[in-house]
């Protein structure tokens, strides 16, 4: 009993000693403007200041933001120190990606199947071929038209 009372208080012990608390690593890049200098021409940005605004990235310095408005597309310059918060709209992370191409093989499987149940005049394999064909299209459609229009704003830059 003693031999394991020896063995397991080190044991504890050291699993304890082992946790440490959080140390910062650097600075926040949420609060680093470069994040916003390095977003490529053209990416659909949320500009907040005095109030929101929706466009497309023209250009950036380091001083100044432009954005192209969208209903006549017009320039809008807006100072750095005005800047509160600069989102990026990006497509949102698919946790069933890659169901994809199980479906896809799935519609082009059926299809080849029931073509090849055509021709052979093979009614049997025809038939269980388009079965696959639709169930593996209704899928699809439904995985590409859940996934492929899933955006949200991702926060690029907060004035600290």
């Known amino acids: 009993m003693r031999r394991a009372i020896v063995l397991v208080l080190p044991l504890t012990l050291s699993g ?7 140390v910062a690593h650097g600075a926040d890049s949420l ?8 977003l490529p021409r053209g990416t659909p940005v949320r500009a907040t200041f005095d109030y929101e605004i929706d466009g497309r990235l023209d250009e950036v ?33 698919m946790p069933w990606r890659w169901l994809a191409k199980p479906l896809t093989v799935g519609v082009v499987g059926g299809l080849m199947g029931a073509l090849a149940g055509a021709v052979l005049r093979n009614a049997e394999v025809a038939a269980t071929s388009l079965e ?14 859940h996934h492929y229009f899933d955006h949200e704003w ?3 830059y907060v004035r600290p």
Request: aromatic share 10%; with cysteine.
């Open 132 to 145: 696959v064909f639709v169930a593996s299209s209704i899928g699809w459609f439904y995985h590409f038209s």
């Open 31 to 38: 609060h680093d403007w470069a994040s916003v200098v390095t």
């Open 61 to 93: 310095t380091d001083s100044m933001l432009t954005i192209r408005v969208p209903p006549d597309m017009h320039r809008m310059r807006i100072d750095r120190a005005r800047m509160a918060r600069v989102a990026v709209l990006t497509q949102k992370k």
């Open 16 to 22: 304890c000693a082992a946790q440490r608390g959080h």
């Open 154 to 156: 991702r926060i690029v």
